[in-house]
């Protein structure tokens, strides 16, 4: 009796000391995961309440703060001759992805990438990439054509303006792939283009936008971030149409928004910070759009006619199976 007891208590103590030692090396694995040094800092053009461009990227950061479980930051109404100053401030960290939220720091972070060969760098914008530590999260150019598609089935006058904050690299070939998919639709369509020349004047914004109603827009497209809502207000007022860039208005705006031009920024930035977590983040130019769920173009379909519904729906094809190949030029 006393020997089979021995080897209960015996069997007993085996199973305790397993249990110990698998939730010991459970408790040691989480701390190893919880304590990366992984730390991710974005640098934002405008503030993190301007209902557009930055807000996006912020909101966007937050909810990748909040699945990876790493440490951000970010640096709202930064002017690029601050970029130095700031990003010296993180040189002694251990592992860190600054990400510049505008193609406005290609520039002065490719001199940064230079200076600390260590650190890795990403710009939401145009840039090559530098062959290292420096790369590139940037959309393509589907969605602004389809919206000149959309612009050219619906305009009554023939002209259609385009209002953007900056000109930029990747603001030029968005613009140039709307305007060539106004073309395809109807050459005869004017299309006025013009740059404010900042994201955040509302005063400058809006006298531009007054200018381009002025000569008989009838369809504008808007993308100034800051100053977004007052142009679809005073287009309202106008009775004229407008297309939105980066968020949706069509909800705020349901009777002059016709469509929106939607960047996922998430969907955009999670790409980038998921390679860097993986050590698989290069010195290139990464290219996302209407197939990877990155960007796309809402619209009512029902506004158009069965003819133009289906003339559209055959450009959409078109584009998913990369049949239009002259967009290679902005792409």
């Known amino acids: 009796m006393k020997k089979y007891l021995y080897v209960f208590v015996i069997c007993i103590l085996l199973i305790i000391i397993t249990f110990v030692i698998v939730n010991a090396r459970g408790d040691r694995q989480e701390s190893v995961v919880s304590e990366l040094p992984f730390k991710v800092v974005m640098i934002l053009p405008g503030p993190i309440t301007d209902g557009s461009w930055s807000q996006s990227g912020y909101e966007a950061l937050v909810r990748i703060k909040d699945e990876f479980k790493i440490a951000t930051q970010y640096h709202q109404n930064v002017q690029v001759q601050d970029i130095e100053s700031l990003v ?52 393509k150019r589907g969605a602004f054509h389809l919206a000149g598609v959309f612009a050219a089935l619906n305009t009554k006058s023939n002209v259609i303006g385009i209002i953007t904050g900056e000109d930029l690299t990747h603001t030029r070939a ?145 584009l998913i199976q990369k049949r239009i190949t002259n967009l290679s030029r902005v792409d």
């Open 88 to 139: 010296s401030a993180y040189a002694k960290e251990k592992s860190v992805f600054i990400i510049g939220f505008g193609g406005e720091y290609s520039a002065a972070l490719e001199q940064e990438a230079i200076r600390y060969p260590q650190m890795e760098f990403a710009l939401v914008g145009n840039y090559p990439g530098n062959g290292k530590n420096y790369g590139c999260l940037s959309t």
């Open 174 to 318: 968005e613009n140039a792939s709307l305007e060539q998919g106004v073309q395809d639709i109807n050459p005869e369509i004017r299309v006025l283009n013009q740059y404010v020349g900042s994201w955040n004047n509302k005063l400058e914004s809006l006298r531009v936008a007054k200018d381009l109603i002025g000569s008989n827009v009838d369809i504008l497209v808007v993308n100034v971030d800051h100053a977004n809502d007052d142009i679809h207000k005073y287009a309202t007022d106008m009775n004229i149409k407008t297309i939105s860039v980066v968020t949706n208005s069509k909800e705020k705006f349901p009777n002059t928004v016709i469509g929106s031009i939607v960047i996922d920024n998430y969907n955009l930035l999670r790409y980038g910070v998921d390679l860097y977590l993986q050590g698989k983040w290069e010195g290139k130019i990464y290219n996302l759009g209407l197939v990877e769920g990155v960007m796309f173009f809402d619209i009512n379909i029902n506004k158009l006619n069965t003819q133009q519904r289906q003339t559209y729906k055959d450009v959409y094809k078109r």
